[in-house]
């Protein structure tokens, strides 16, 4: 069945983006509702209202889409550790650091439902996961140097999991939710 709402005119060009930001954010709040394995390409169909090969036409599977919504995700904070590697001052790299990434966490947690980056299924895809770990190495050289501590490491994974912080605290107005979040930060990343 096609949704006659991804046909409401406009360009060829314009309708493919919205049929394709359609599948993307119908893929993303059911990925956050059931986890990664329980959705299937069909229920983005279903739930989206196109057609399983509309879906099928912009991402040939569900890792695909999960590597797609993995770039909107990753892009801010890949120009943040580029930009971190600029700065010669380990405590202001580690500060911007932290200040992009709980921004970005703040983003994602207001506008759509986050993808919990530690679900097992996700984890599962080889090259989403080596993305996600390349991402993280890339994070502990720039804030602990080249051979970080167990302590570090540890640190590091608790704050890049604030999945539970947000959910408890979600009523917080957003200046005080990032300043929560940006203690936490600071203290799990031991300087």
Not at 49 to 61: E, H, L, P, Q, S
Not at 156 to 175: E, F, G, I, N, S
Request: glycine share 6%.
């Amino acid at each position: 069945m096609y949704h006659a709402a991804v046909n409401t005119g406009g360009t060829r060009a314009a309708q493919a983006d919205r049929t394709r930001r359609l599948v993307l954010d119908t893929a993303r709040t059911l990925f956050a509702g059931r986890g990664y394995a329980g959705a299937s390409l069909q229920d983005i169909a279903d739930a989206a209202g196109i057609g399983k090969a509309n879906v099928y036409y912009y991402f040939r599977t569900k890792a695909a889409i999960l590597d797609a919504l993995l770039d909107e995700r990753i892009a801010a904070l890949e120009t943040a550790l580029v930009e971190a590697g600029r700065v010669d001052d380990r405590q202001r790299r580690r500060d911007l650091l932290v200040d992009s990434f709980v921004d970005q966490v703040l983003i994602a947690h207001r506008t759509l439902p986050s993808i919990d980056f530690a679900d097992p299924g996700i984890r599962s895809q080889p090259g989403i996961s080596a993305r996600l770990d390349r991402l993280t190495d890339q994070a502990a050289a720039l804030l602990f140097g080249p051979s970080p501590t167990p302590d570090e490491i540890a640190g590091l994974a608790l704050a890049l999991d604030l999945k539970p912080v947000l959910r408890r605290l979600t009523a917080l107005p957003d200046a005080e939710l990032r300043g929560v979040l940006r203690r936490l930060c600071a203290r799990l990343l031991p300087e």
